[in-house]
């Protein structure tokens, strides 16, 4: 009818009043591919989640990217802009230099995504900022603190000592 046609249509994942409990979802391979044109190839995502109509609870999720692991737990909400709101913690090896770990907190959607991050290695820090335009040309800004860094990680000795400051980023 024209009735149902002219209503405002509200952003949704599922029907009302569906509930789909995915206990163990795994796959293999999987490639991220963003509006602007770039891509991750990931491996080895995995997640435990439940889908309601307009909220998707990951209670435990995470995924590889090269040399970083990244695992995750927080909500996806339906909205124009998906809004993302939970907690990530990423561990890097890189080939050569020290391990990688960091820990954030994102609350936001894809125009203004707040970010709150810790560095504890190889060096400890944190950042507190947002990403804009997360969907077209991302852009992040914000401001570091950095307590604790240490060139001697990456084997290049002590004669700096421990440097600490504040950072203006962008």
Excluded: C
């Excluded at 240490?150 to 600490?164: E, S």
């Amino acid at each position: 009818t024209t009735l149902f046609r002219s209503r405002y249509w509200e952003p949704h994942f599922l029907p009302p009043f569906t509930r789909i409990d995915a206990l163990q979802v795994a796959v293999d391979r999987w490639r991220m591919q963003f509006p602007g044109g770039s891509s991750y190839d990931t491996a080895h995502a995995y997640a435990a989640a439940t889908l309601f109509p307009k909220l998707i609870r990951i209670h435990a999720g995470g995924f590889d990217v090269g040399p970083t692991h990244v695992s995750a737990n927080g909500d996806v909400l339906a909205a124009k802009s998906t809004a993302l709101n939970g907690v990530l913690h990423f561990d890097a090896q890189l080939s050569h230099g020290p391990a990688w770990t960091a820990y954030a907190q994102i609350n936001g959607d894809m125009n203004r995504l707040g970010l709150d991050a810790n560095f504890t290695e190889p060096f400890g820090a944190t950042f507190h900022g947002e990403i804009r335009d997360l969907t077209t040309r991302w852009q992040w800004r914000g401001h570091g603190h950095v307590g604790r860094f240490d060139l001697a990680a990456w084997n290049a000795g002590h004669a700096l000592g421990i440097l600490t400051g504040d950072l203006a980023l962008e």
